[in-house]
């Protein structure tokens, strides 16, 4: 496909029906420029980046081929839908992307007629996608439904599920497996493209129909026998028998990046009568940026750059980042003790198990993602005496949860859930937002739910989690760097539910649980210059409650706040239960619980979204003095 024009394309492509009236010889200049706009968009705003650019000429293939947004193309995950935002409508705001007020860094359903499904977590595309294929079966609708899956994402169970059920209901349905790994591809060219073509037109479809009506009037072993050997021949070819036990039919796999090749194939899948397709797609992760291309794993996610050099900005760090210091204790800890192992999902740099992996290869695993199995996985290395620690960021946590129930805490196995991006993570905004693991994991017998102040506290949590053998545990801490204090040596065991008192007062209580603790200091201060003279306590532990330490806090304040960077439901609920039972409320306690808004926050600057919700000292003050009955005081500072 060639004919280059002189005049630049993607200007005059506003929406997917602008590029539906570019011939079919200028889509190639197009896809050039759309890999150029996303590349310098990106170098601008940082975001996921070698995703999208493998996907550009996919993506200009499937807005050209079908009727969108009436077809509806579901991106898998959203890393690689910067193109695909690029092309419907949303060239203008590009560069807000994962910004304040921006673009979101994933799809988002209220963003764009052209986003029907918003996803940030991977895997969930093939049963959303069902989901639209049945309503529109049920509403006698004739539109096409298109999921865009990539090969890591088929490494979790969810798609596996969905996939078993299409081919059991036999909806029509389109799913591009997006193979950027060329892990289970075989090499692809002409010949590979030629078959694909083939198989998916209407006339092979209508003689292998035709040949399956005739074979059902055969006996039964001939009848068997006839539909393994097209089987067999097709799949010798082509590969995707997995696909074709499920009950899809195979095609593939075809160069992703050759609109030559996908065009006619797309066509073809498009005007299929029915059933569920996968159609095996070959690409490269960060085509067409070299750098990108040298290194994806470093360009999946980036900071701004420099398009030239491919440099990425990176502040120099004040302290060493909580991942890096949860890392390097475990490692200490397993130099220590060989029954310490570690686990992740599909994360192990996220995580900082990478750096684990290299000191004790044998004793990391990476599951893939797959949450689920790896929260059992750990179950059952604690029920043969070792120590596993499973290392899932909070968010991702979520979706192990019945595992944790039923296969660790109702077993009271000694699992150490390590979790990481507890808190507000800025740009990838509330769908990684870690908001909810202290409500879901205190409200279990047994747990023990820990959260570190700062980075010298995570250290002596991590040798606590190693020592506690007999009960489930897990420890908090956010994305980025700590506050820079001297760690320990060696961590030291804590005492289960016990917190400590780090500065004295006698009007105001203020309770902290994990690292909203500098804020609550340094209100403290202030609170003083009121003449309100302030108690600060770190909590160190959710679950179990340090009852003593609460209760006497009760007792001698006239104020008392909890805070925490987490959801309603979590730590301060658990005080709240805490008083209410020992009857502290009966007199006349003035208590406030401080925690992340019932809501759904969009992504912007940490800082930011921390002020936002009243948990940085101007908000802890402040809600001392609405406790008081000093509103308009209250008011002042929050104004301040």
């Known amino acids: 496909m060639t004919g280059k024009l002189d005049t630049p394309l993607l200007d005059s492509v506003a929406t997917p029906l602008d590029l539906r009236k570019l011939p079919e010889t200028a889509l190639a200049q197009l896809a050039d420029e759309l890999r ?24 200009v293939a499937l807005h050209y081929v079908f009727d969108t947004p009436n077809d509806r193309i579901i991106w898998d995950v959203g890393h690689q839908a910067y193109p695909h935002k690029i092309l419907t409508g949303r060239r203008k705001r590009i560069r807000t992307l994962r910004q304040g007020g921006g673009l979101s860094g994933f799809t988002r359903r209220a963003e764009s007629p052209y986003d029907p499904f918003g996803a940030a977590h991977s895997s969930t595309s093939i049963s959303a996608g069902l989901g639209m294929a049945v309503a529109r079966d049920l509403s006698e609708g004739d539109n096409a439904v298109v999921c865009v899956i990539g090969d890591g994402a088929m490494s979790a169970g969810m798609a596996y599920e969905a996939m078993n059920n299409a081919g059991a209901l036999r909806s029509r349905l389109i799913v591009i497996l997006n193979d950027n790994d ?27 129909e ?32 997995l696909f074709e036990e499920l009950g899809f039919y195979y095609v593939g796999p075809i160069d992703g990046h050759n609109l030559d090749h996908l065009l006619p194939v797309l066509r073809n899948l498009r005007d299929a009568p029915d059933g569920p397709i996968l159609l095996h797609v070959v690409t490269q992760k960060g ?9 994806p794993d470093k ?5 701004r750059f420099d398009v030239i050099t491919g440099k990425q900005a990176k502040a120099t760090p004040n302290a ?8 390097e204790s475990l490692i200490k800890e397993a130099e220590r003790d060989d029954k310490v192992v570690a686990i992740t999902a599909a994360m192990p740099s996220g995580t900082g198990l990478d750096l684990f992996g290299q000191a004790f290869p044998t004793r990391t695993f990476d599951v893939g993602i797959a949450e689920q199995h790896a929260v059992t996985f750990a179950a059952g290395l604690a029920s043969e005496g070792y120590k596993p620690f499973c290392a899932i960021y909070s968010t991702f946590l979520q979706r192990g949860y019945d595992q944790v129930v039923h296969d660790v805490a109702i077993q009271k196995l000694p699992v150490r859930f390590a979790i990481d991006r507890a808190g507000y993570v800025g740009a990838d905004g509330p769908t990684h ?3 909810f693991d202290t409500t879901f994991l205190a409200s279990l017998p047994g747990m023990v739910v820990m959260a570190p102040a700062d980075e010298a506290e995570l250290v002596h949590m991590i040798a606590t989690a190693v020592a506690i053998d007999d009960a489930p545990s897990s420890f908090r801490y956010p ?37 909203r603790l500098a804020d609550a200091l340094k209100a403290a201060e202030e609170l003083e210059t009121y003449g309100l003279p302030a108690t600060v306590a770190d909590a160190r532990f959710a679950k179990p409650l340090d009852r003593d330490l609460i209760l006497n806090l009760a007792r001698n304040h006239e104020v008392m706040i909890t805070i925490e960077e987490g959801a309603v439901g979590g730590f301060g609920s658990q005080v709240l239960a805490l008083l209410a039972g020992a009857g502290a409320l009966d007199r006349g306690l003035r208590i406030r619980t401080l925690t992340m808004p019932d809501a759904f926050i969009e992504q912007d600057k940490p800082e930011i979204m921390i002020a936002g919700s009243g948990l940085d000292s101007r908000g802890i003050v402040a809600t001392v003095f609405e406790a008081l009955g000093r509103d308009s005081e209250a008011a002042a500072i929050r104004r301040a």
């Open 433 to 435: 937002a870690g908001s």
């Open 479 to 515: 994305r980025g760097e700590g506050v820079g204090i001297e760690l320990p040596q060696r961590g030291e065991v804590l005492a289960i539910g016990r917190g400590r008192v780090l500065r004295e007062g006698s009007k105001v209580a203020i309770l902290s649980f994990g690292t």
């Open 36 to 59: 150029a706009e996303t590349i310098n968009a990106v170098s601008v705003t940082g975001g996921h980046l070698g995703a999208g650019l493998g996907v550009v000429e996919l993506t």
């Open 182 to 208: 060329m892990s289970i591809a075989p090499p692809v060219g002409a010949m590979s493209a030629y078959l694909a073509r083939l198989v998916s037109g209407r006339a092979y479809r209508s003689i292998r």
């Open 210 to 241: 035709a040949a399956k009506q005739l074979a059902s009037h055969l006996p039964r072993f001939f009848h068997d026998k006839a539909k393994r050997t097209e089987e067999y021949a097709r799949g010798f070819w082509t590969g995707g028998t």
């Open 299 to 303: 360009y999946h996610g980036v900071n």
């Open 320 to 327: 060493p980042s909580y991942t890096r210091v949860f890392a």
């Open 287 to 295: 085509k067409g940026y070299a750098p990108a291309e040298a290194a």
